[in-house]
């Protein structure tokens, strides 16, 4: 089970080989589109990254739900297996 850090650092190192985004300026407030310029089809590499990095599974439904980066860690956290 990887705990905040190493999900917010993981999910940084997605942003940053998916979308390009700087791994320093992936943090918790940070939202995926309107700061990170993440479009939707980076997002949805940077979900299927994020499932087999982490061993969680985030249905399509619950993906529209992620905004934050901050959003993300959290529902990884509590995916956790």
Known sequence: MST???ILE??????EEVAGV??????EDKNFTDDLDVD????VE???AAEEKFS????????QTLKTVG???NYIEKAQP
């Open 4 to 6: 905040r850090a190493e």
């Open 10 to 15: 993981g999910l940084g190192d997605i942003l």
């Open 22 to 27: 700087n791994p320093d300026d992936a943090t």
């Open 40 to 43: 939707s089809l980076s997002m």
């Open 46 to 48: 940077v979900v299927v």
């Open 56 to 63: 969680v599974k985030i249905p399509d439904d619950d993906v």
């Open 71 to 73: 959003d993300a860690v």
